[in-house]
């Protein structure tokens, strides 16, 4: 079945190293979408990327998607304590046709940063 | 971003008690609504669609005769654990998709409730 592969599984960093996530699909996607979930907390959803080769960036965080809509990275610069948690990667789940809405997550990038 | 309340957010019970979670979209409507299972430093795990007015969907290998789950109205579902057992101890977190194709963007994102920590003594 679909996998959403995403490494590495942790990653401690110095405040105001850089930092990327990286996310792999076994299958083509129609979108990719990013979350952050802070220690003790719920999924937060960061961006939705759709279109293929695309770049999008939230201030420090800059988000691509591949040219094959199957891999997808997630890029902090100069990382901050408040950057702290664990990022997920999400695609949706194939389901023929239709347009379910249910997604697959990667396993997450835990990612701790020191002051 | 939209807002999903989530009741309780906390609880422990007996093993062999019934244990019903809400979950509330707050300023929007949500036809379907998703419920997900996290163990700790696990990913989350789709255990259930659920969708207004019809019969939820479970996805292989969840019980649906366990995990009961009622979409009452366009904000409201609820997952119900029945005869928790010390397994059954997790997160549980429920989202609800915001899906618009007409009357402005469109639009396809799920949000997340703030979770509940179910333990089962």
């Known amino acids: 079945g679909q996998q959403v592969m995403q490494i590495p599984q942790y990653q401690h960093v110095q405040e105001g190293e850089d930092f990327t996530t990286y996310c792999n699909s076994s299958?083509?996607?129609?979108?990719i979408q990013w979350y952050k979930q802070r220690p003790g907390g719920h999924p937060v959803f960061l961006i939705q990327?759709?279109?293929?080769?695309e770049v999008k960036k939230q201030k420090r965080l800059t988000f691509q998607f591949g040219e094959a809509k199957k891999n997808s990275s997630l890029h902090i610069t100069a990382t901050q304590t408040t950057d702290v948690g664990t990022y997920f990667c999400?695609?949706?789940?194939?389901?023929?046709?239709?347009?379910?809405?249910?997604?697959?997550f990667g396993q997450g990038t835990t990612l701790q940063v020191k002051p | 971003g939209a807002v999903v309340s989530q009741h309780p957010s906390r609880v422990i019970c007996k093993s062999g008690t019934s244990v019903k979670i809400e979950c509330r979209s707050l300023?929007?409507?949500?036809?379907?609504m998703f419920w997900y299972r996290q163990f700790p430093k696990q990913s989350l795990m789709l255990m259930a669609t659920?969708?207004?007015?019809?019969?939820?969907?479970?996805e292989q290998g969840v019980e649906k005769d366990k995990f009961l789950i009622n979409h009452a109205s366009l904000t409201l579902s609820t997952l119900t654990v029945t005869s928790a057992h010390p397994e059954d101890s997790s997160f549980y977190i429920c989202?609800?998709?915001?899906?618009?194709?007409?009357?402005?963007?469109?639009?396809?994102?799920?949000?997340f409730g703030p979770g509940t920590r179910l333990t089962v003594l």
């Open positions: 989202s609800a998709r915001d899906f618009r194709l007409a009357g402005g963007p469109s639009t396809d994102t799920q949000y």
């Open positions: 299958t083509t996607l129609s979108n």
């Open positions: 990327l759709v279109k293929s080769g």
């Open positions: 999400a695609g949706p789940m194939p389901h023929g046709s239709s347009n379910t809405g249910k997604l697959i």
């Open positions: 300023d929007f409507q949500a036809t379907t």
């Open positions: 659920s969708n207004e007015g019809s019969k939820a969907t479970y």
